[in-house]
């Protein structure tokens, strides 16, 4: 598991793929909160406050983790590679491990230059260090889990065809839909005393909870759960696509 994990973060740091998502995803978040003049932009909101990232950033990763994960499964299909791979002395649950963490490394790798963010927050305020920390910790945390969901969800939307594009499409459905889905049916008000229930399903109900800066176990639970379920789902289309 080791020698495919290292060869997956090999594959990112050979190519453009790891540096062009790294980089865009600087780049789209640097360009709301720091240079449009819009409601994110920090210099502008007048408050020592990294909220506009945290709202940004699951919308780029929306689309950018979709774009890093769709190759996992369907590149290996379709190169003719994926029987090899099976041959390998390593399970089936081993190598979506090993393929599930080198996507998360490299999100990670976007994550961490965001810092730069927050010490610039820190001295910009009126007071240096006038920054809610408990809450710009809890969304950095909230914001790691969303985005390990959405790797999740990539590398089992990637097991089902061998086309990139259309794992792609599956990807950004499915994350997209479980990231505002939910909240939008809340909203419609159509299951009565359920709604509360259907809004808690998904992820930006837990997102949202942790940005403010309270660890509640609950969103903990929830978010390792909807990683392990398509952890699993990706196990049965592997398994599936063997008989």
């Not at 994926?82 to 994550?111: C, F, H, N, R």
């Not at 390990?148 to 259309?166: C, H, K, W, Y």
């Not at 909870?209 to 699993?232: H, P």
């Amino acid at each position: 598991m080791y020698t495919l994990l290292r060869k997956e973060i090999s594959i990112f740091l050979s190519s453009l793929i790891g540096y062009i998502v790294i980089a865009v995803f600087l780049l789209i978040n640097g360009l709301f909160i720091w240079i449009f003049p819009m409601e994110f932009n920090i210099l502008l909101f007048g408050y020592a406050s990294l909220d506009g990232l945290f709202i940004i950033a699951p919308f780029v990763f929306l689309f950018l983790i979709p774009a890093v994960t769709m190759r996992f499964f369907a590149d290996e299909r379709r190169s003719g590679t994926m029987e090899l791979l099976l041959t390998k002395p390593v399970s089936d649950l081993q190598i979506i491990m090993a393929k599930y963490l080198a996507g998360l490394i490299l999100v990670i790798g976007a994550i961490l230059p965001t810092l730069i963010y927050v010490i610039s927050v820190w001295h910009l305020g009126l007071e240096t260090g006038n920054l809610d920390r408990g809450g710009t910790l809890g969304s950095y945390l909230g914001l790691f889990f969303l985005a390990a969901a959405f790797v999740a969800t990539g590398l089992f939307s990637s097991s089902l065809t061998d086309n990139q594009i259309v794992a792609f499409i599956i990807a950004v459905f499915l994350c997209g839909f479980s990231y505002i889905g939910f909240e939008a049916i809340h909203n419609l008000e159509l299951m009565g005393r359920f709604d509360l229930f259907v809004k808690s399903l998904g992820i930006n109900a837990h997102y949202v909870s942790m940005s403010r800066g309270v660890i509640d176990t609950r969103d903990v639970v929830y978010f390792l759960s909807y990683i392990a379920l398509f952890v699993l789902l990706t196990l049965i289309s592997l398994q599936r696509r063997k008989w």
